[in-house]
């Protein structure tokens, strides 16, 4: 510990010395080649010589609004995770470290293209100057940043690692020789991430113009909001993941893309029959024996104030790494987590002009977790579900462990783009997409499901879906406040399913004599006449929301495998098939602990669903006795288009929204591009700054702000104009 106080108290200029002249030299340069204005909401619009420049720009700001979530998506990246949180932690990163190779990422860089070498050193180097420049600032870990780490993490997803359906709990089985249950960590279901996309074709909208909607469902404060330009071309405005330099969703003057994670099959389980020679091991494929590789992989972890390490001794076939046992076979994944070519495309479609180059774009094949809705400036809408789709044996169900053995199993290169689910200007004039199957993307327009392999689309529907589909076909007109007005439709379409079977139970089964009835007949009859709605003043989501957290957990599972069924048909079997006492006790448990909590079950949804940014920790702690805003939303898992995840914490009796609404953006791509936004809690993560949450009450209610895509008027909006590193 003396060491690190000493290092604490050395001069500033013997701490920068981890930067050499040579490289402080190119920081500076460069910073002089770059304008950051920041508007009166605090938004960074970065305006660079070429397209590097803006990159160094975009990273030194995210890092001005908030670098410990930059370095925290690298730690966890690059496998480090367990330096910070001990060992609880060892197995996530064994688990990132099987499945995001640093030496392949090594190897990409040095063999990129000049044009994506300069992005990669900006982006490192804007990171570095905004260390070099505020030394007050400590990292956890990551006191230099390497170019090379923007090739661990190249979609920009937040549910970027794809594992098929191997868990962190039978790693730790296999690789710890612990025999203990191998159960993934149940998920709050209202904390499920998703996103919707709506596109409207001229046809739909009032002033003949293609309209966007981009709606991300993320954890609060993941993405900010951005503007990059160029002198060589780059224009994109939009949502960027923290410490990566693409705008994700967004737009530039001629397009817009916005994408939805979706459960196309792009990583696949292999049962290997594994055999032990001496001390080495084996594995059959196609009636020959083939050398298992061993490979030594050791992490670090924090023990009290102590770091150690851990070195294992992992295995691979050419499917992939070991991840599990199961049934007496190892299992291995072979996957595509992280790719040059998936980097090159997320930049690219950046600077997109038009559907057509879009769909070149597209050719790529690279993005393995999204889907992507579409829109130009030509009135074109699009709908791609998924990108990277390989191609298989249609008769076999990809979504099960598949026999290692034998060459019948392999992939066969990748779908071109055609072959997959697609759609392009639908007559009906719209298209949607909400986590959801794509052949409803078109409501009766949509692709049809026996076209496809099972492998390509193998997501079912859900309540926002349901509701999306409702809503669309009902509009035409659009405006950009009508499309966010659509957006933000209030209906929870699974109480539609749901609260008509209480209703009838309780009413066939319940008599006014029974002690049930004068528990929930109140309840009941508040349920039996609400329009499904929500409301602030609404007593009838309060319980609707409570009771439906509790029935049982078949209906809040959005993401299914092939020929499983899906949100609404297991809701609608459940309804038709409950018993009274399924349907009554978790209301009477959920009346009980609403009482508990405030003294009543009568409470208002507004006053106990509450918005709130006390600190800028990467975990947000929440207080009721501290200011709050009410918020009428609710969770996207019952239908609402605009999610609103909450739930109470330990010491509150409210709820506090923790994810949903996250950027949300409309934008209309006529011969001028107008739009407006709206960004959860401000964009600073800083509790000093004026724009730590200045969009909260705006938020809460869900109105939007004009967008500045253009110079003019974003000078006439300017709080502040600069070169990364000038003195404030």
Known sequence: MKHLILLFLLPLSVLAQKFTPAEIARYQQQANRVTIIRDNWGIPHIYGKSDADAVFGLLYAQCEDDFKRVELNYIEKLGRMAELKGESALYNDLQIKLLIDTTEAIADYNKAEPWMKKLLNAYADGINYYLLKNPQVKPALLTKFQPWYQLLWTDGSIGAISTAELTVPELRNFYSGEATAALAEPKDPEYQTGSNGFAFAPSKTASGNAILYINPHVTFYFR????????????????????????????????????????????????????????????????????????????????????????????????????????????????????????????????????????????????TSNSTVFADYKGNIAYWHGNYVPIRDKNMNWSQVMDGTTPATEWKGLHPVEESVHLYNPVNGWLQNCNSTPFTAAGVNSPKKENFPPYMAPDGENFRGVNAVRVLSQGSGYTLDKVIASGYDTYLSAFEVLVPALVSSFEKNVKPTDSLY???????????????????????????IEWAQKLTPTITRLYINEGEADQVTNTKRFAAEATLSQLTSPLVSALNDLKTKFGKWQMPWGEINRFQRLTGDVQSKYDDSQPSYPVKYASALWGMLPSYNSRPYPGTNKRYGVSGNSFICAVEFGPRITAKSLLAGGESGDPASKHFFDQGSMYSQGKFKDVLFYKEDVLKNAERTYHPGDKK
């Open 224 to 367: 900010p909001e951005v503007q990059v330009v160029s002198e060589e071309g780059l224009h994109a405005y939009g949502a960027v993941t923290w410490g990566q330099f693409f705008v994700y969703q967004g737009f530039n003057k001629y397009c817009g893309w916005m994408h939805t994670s979706c459960n196309v099959d792009v990583a696949d389980m292999y049962a290997e029959k594994v055999t032990k020679k001496g001390d080495k091991f084996f594995y059959e494929y196609d009636q020959k024996l083939k050398p298992v590789t061993e490979k030594k992989i050791t992490i670090k972890y924090l023990d009290g104030d102590v770091l150690k390490s851990k070195t294992f001794t992992t295995y691979y076939t050419h499917h992939g790494p070991i991840m599990a046992k199961r049934d007496g076979k190892w299992v291995s994944l072979r996957s595509y987590n992280r790719s040059m070519t998936s980097l090159i495309q997320s930049w690219k479609r950046t600077k997109a002009k038009g559907f057509e180059d879009y769909k070149k774009i597209m050719d790529l094949k690279a993005n």
């Open 518 to 544: 004068s528990q929930l007949n109140e309840a009941v009859t508040l349920l039996k006449n609400w329009d499904y709605h929500t409301a602030e003043n609404s007593l009838a989501t309060t319980v609707a």
